[in-house]
Each structure stands twice: as C-alpha cells, then as structure tokens.
C-alpha cells in the first residue's frame, strides 16, 4: 500500500492518491472487486482489469467486474484518487478531518477492499422497520467455521502489507504516519514527510498533522514520542510514564515489542468522538480525554496513564494477535488491552486506584444490559457493538480470574496464545482459542467458573445483613457477618433462574479510611467458602473495624453492590 497525500489546513482541503496492490490468496478465481468510499470525498479510481459493474453512490459503494478473473496467486493495481475541499460557505462543520491545527484522517478517509458488514443497518427494530430479516452485526462465532478465520477483524480482505506514506502540510506543521522517518524536506513553502513500515503490518492507514511540539525518550531502544499541543503539555509526563510502563510489562510477560517507534499524537476533540485509537506503532489520543484532564489531585484515577497503557496494550492484542472477524474478536483485543492496563495501573498506583475503575465498570455493565435491544451476548461471543461487554464486564472477569487463578497463570496463557497465533497470518485466533489457553492455565475445580465467567451469563445478588465486633481477652476483635447469597443465570433475553450458589467469595474487615479513599487498610481479607441464603461469618481482626462484608471489592458482577460492605456495630 503506497499513499501520497497533499493537506491543506489553512482551507481544510486535501488531495489523497492511493496505490494499492491486490492479491488473491484465495483458491477460487476473484470475479469482482467491492470498493467503498466515505460520503462528500469525490473519489476517481482505476483497477487494472476492472470495469465498473455496479455503483451505489447513497451507499458510498461500488463493484467492479475483474475480466478475465483474477487467479490465485495474481495480482492487479488499484489506482484511487480523492480531492476534497469544503463547501464555500456552511453553517455548521461539515468536515472536521482536517482543521486549520489538527488534521485525522482514519481508515474510513481511504478507499476500503471488500463487502463491509459494519456498513450494514444493525439492531432488530431498526431492520424490522426496514423490512429485513434479523442479523447479528457480525458473523455468529462458530468452532467449524475455518474459513471464518481466514480474515481478521481490522481489515478482513488484508493479510500484513508494506506501508510507505508521503505527506505534504503546512510548513509549520508536523506530519506523522505509521513507519520510520525516512525523510523531510521542504518545497514552496509546505513540510513533506515520508514514513516507511519496517515489515509488513496490519493495513491499518492514519494521517495526522498539527503544530506540534514532541516530547522524546527512549525505551530499550525504541523511539518514544508524544505529539501535543504546546499549551497542553500538563499530563505528557504521565502518559510517557505510562507507555514506558506498559512496553516494559507487554514485553516482559507476553513478547518482544514489534517497531522502532512508539507515538501518542494529540488530535481536536471533534475530530472524533473516541478517547484514543491503536494503530500500527501509534496512538491517536483526544485533547477532551487525557491532554486537558485535571489530574493535580493525587487520588484522582490518572486517566492520561490508562489511556495511553490500553492503546498501547494494544501493540500486543490487536497488531501481533489478530482477532478474527467473528463474534468474539473485540473481546480478545479490547478485553486484553484493558487486562493489561489494569495489571499496569495497579503495579505503579495500587488495587485502590484499580478497584475504583473496576467499581465504574460494574455500573457501567449493569446500566448498558439494561438498556440493550438486541440479546445480551456471553463475553466469549460479544458482538462488536457491545463495547459494555468486551470493555467493562471484559474488565471485571479478567480481574475475578486474576484473584481466582493468578497473575503468572493468566499471563503465561497469553503468551502461550501469541506463540501459537501471534506471526500475523491465518488462521486467526478466536475467543474459543483465548478460552482453551486460560484453561490449560486454570486448576480444575475452578473450570467451572472459567466456563461461567465466558460462556454464560451469570449475575450475582449478595447482601451484608449486618457486622457486629467485639473485644475478646487478648487485645483482638472478633468480627461476625450475617450474609445473603444469590446466584441468577440470565439467557440475555431478560429470563432469569436462580441457580445453586456453593463458591468461595472474598470476605473483607477495614480500618477507618484515610481521607479520599474509599476504604480503609484491610484487617482482614481471605476466600470463603459460601452457599445461597444465609451464611454466618465469624473471624478476628487485631484491631476494631470500620467495615466489613462480603465481596468488598466487587470481583462478582454484584446487581446491588451498595449493600456488599456496611459499617461494623457492637453485638
């Protein structure tokens, strides 16, 4: 893939030619090529061989007939060209790709291969309406389906490219794009850049260009870089901090860090929508998300390091394991990504800092399932427009599972999956794949829950009646629960059935918090083993608690957790 672009901030203009190579790999003889292009980018394009058969301009869609066939092995060029410039006069901002200070453009700015699932309309009443038939938003997840796994999730019609990219700005702008710096010059007043993937990669293109000033390190020999604003230079520390950590930790635990380079780049928060974006070797994080945060407060949650550690994360589970595009493989990118930064977070700031995010993504889950109008999947088959399952609930059961089996185990599963599927080529790697090298890991009286934590949902209604201490003879306290378990199996249609509860649940006891904290230090904090109904709780503690219950820190996905911990009284 070869791209040449021309931007043009002081009129939010751009010319973009794109040079692309296409092979068949496939077995069959390729009779046709799908483009698609993005609304209001007038878009001229060429394919050797290709004659236009069919074009759908409301759609942004068209098919070209191959003749004669391509077969395998072959290969054609694609010769696609966009020049773009916004109406002379508008009354809102029709375009917000490239701005006067701040110019994205992401993958859907480019002419995309191939049928594109996500384009069509999702959501049972929304087809209904339309007079379509039911249809998951992305192909059901099936053990059988080999040739499934030939296509992975970022671009289902591309295996690993070259890259090589040539930008043309302003001349006091920097321009960035995946790969090595190969060289800048100037012309006529504008600032070229061209960059260069080192090996082939996920075809995953972004363009960014602003004002920037750039903050640099290095990390084992790699170029660490931050893009950003001049006046937002406030949390560049941390979230440096938090890619060196997040390189250190991925590359000790799971494998070598794949590039030369590591880059977060600033971009205006309407240009999109979204925190922060992973691509090959960059990450695109929001002025709005991380960049102006106020972060001055010491016990804040330091949302510029998490960000920056999950997008990076992201190296691992997303640019060396390819998910395939099937239900399934959001989970296995941005439920790792979010397990990694977790394990990242909780190693510099503490499990108090961890178990307060944890705390958001339990209201977070609870809230979206509520609000859900198709079926509620199981994590394992999360569709890829359930981001409260493959981020929050995602979240919550890597976080049980690393309380229940250990951090060593959860990390030598990943490794071992990266070993087995990590070289970029298919066939991809699915969840079931994810769920067999957690279980070789899991000891076997815990594959149960394994089982429920992945392939089922499962929800939890535990209580604290009540906490009670007293004084015993040598100076300790003895500390009595009185606690309600409930376990309900959900089908994600909204039936429930209570199902037997006989699991180990951890209990804790705490001292009075410190200022800003939601607990105190733990006096006590041990698995036991619990039953539905009513269970008595007994235990002693050298010190008087403030509070005690049970499941203290929410590692079951709690409907009522408010009730988990209540204030210790005397008997």
């Known amino acids: ?291 102006t945060s106020d972060l001055r407060d010491p016990a804040s949650f330091n949302s510029a390091f998490y960000v920056v550690s999950h997008e990076i994360a992201h190296q691992w589970w997303g640019y060396q394991l390819l998910s395939a595009d099937v239900e399934g493989g959001k989970f296995l990118a941005e439920t790792l990504a979010d397990y990694t930064a977790m394990m990242v977070l909780e190693q510099e700031f503490g499990a108090e800092i961890t178990r307060r995010f944890l705390r958001n993504r339990t209201r977070h889950y609870l809230q979206s399932r509520v609000a859900e109008t198709d079926s509620e999947h199981p994590l394992g088959r999360s569709r890829i427009d359930q981001d409260y399952l493959f981020y929050s609930k995602g979240s919550l059961v890597m976080y049980q599972l690393r309380q229940l089996i250990g951090e060593d185990r959860i990390n030598t599963a990943l490794r071992n999956l990266l070993q087995k599927f990590g070289g970029g080529n298919p066939p991809y790697a699915t969840s079931l794949d994810l769920l067999e090298s957690l279980r070789q890991q899991t000891p076997i009286e815990h594959h149960q829950i394994l089982d429920e934590l992945f392939n089922q949902i499962t929800l939890f209604q535990n209580q604290t009646r009540g906490a009670t201490a007293q004084k015993l003879a040598n100076n300790t306290w003895q500390v009595t629960l009185q606690v309600e378990c409930r376990k309900i199996k959900s089908d994600g249609d909204g039936t429930e059935l209570d199902i037997p509860f006989e699991q180990f649940v951890e209990v804790g006891a705490f001292s009075q918090p410190k200022e800003g904290r939601r607990f105190g230090e733990p006096l006590y904090q041990k698995q036991h083993l619990l039953k539905s109904g009513t269970n008595s709780i007994t235990f002693n503690t050298t010190e008087r608690p403030d509070t005690a219950g049970i499941d203290p820190f929410l590692l079951l996905i709690d409907r009522t957790p408010e009730d988990n911990v209540v204030e210790v009284c005397d008997p």
């Open 1 to 291: 893939a070869s791209y040449s672009i021309d931007l043009f901030p002081e009129r939010r203009a751009f010319k973009l030619k794109t040079d692309l190579t296409l092979e068949n790999t496939d077995s069959e003889p390729q009779t046709t090529v799908i483009l698609n292009t993005r609304r209001g980018f007038p878009t001229t394009v060429r394919i050797d061989r290709g004659h236009l058969q069919e074009d759908y301009p409301d759609l942004m869609c068209s098919i070209y007939r191959l003749d004669p066939p391509l077969m395998k092995g072959e290969s054609i060029h694609l010769h696609a060209s966009v020049d773009y410039a916004p109406p002379a006069a508008e009354l809102t901002l029709s375009n917000a790709l490239v701005l006067q200070n701040g110019s994205f453009l992401q993958p859907d700015s480019f002419t995309l291969i191939g049928y594109r699932r996500l384009r069509e309309l999702h959501g049972k009443t929304l087809r209904r309406e339309n007079n379509l038939e039911d249809r998951s938003a992305q192909q059901p997840l099936d053990p059988t389906d080999q040739r499934a796994r030939q296509r992975h999730m970022l671009d289902p019609y591309g295996h690993l490219v070259y890259i090589e990219t040539v930008i043309g700005t302003a001349a006091d702008q920097i321009a960035v794009a995946p790969g090595t710096l190969v060289k800048t010059w100037q012309q006529k007043d504008r600032q070229y850049f061209q960059y260069r993937m080192e090996s082939p990669t996920v075809h995953n293109p972004v363009i960014l260009s602003a004002k920037f000033k750039v903050a640099r390190e290095v990390w084992n020999g790699v170029d660490t870089e931050i893009y950003y604003h001049p006046d937002h230079a406030w949390n560049v520390p941390d979230m440096m901090l938090g890619m060196h950590r997040t390189l250190e930790y991925g590359s000790r635990h799971f494998s070598p860090y794949q590039f030369s380079f590591s880059r977060v780049l600033e971009f205006p928060r309407v240009c999109n929508d979204t925190r922060g974006i992973a691509f090959p070797g960059i990450m695109p994080y929001s002025e709005s998300s991380g960049f």
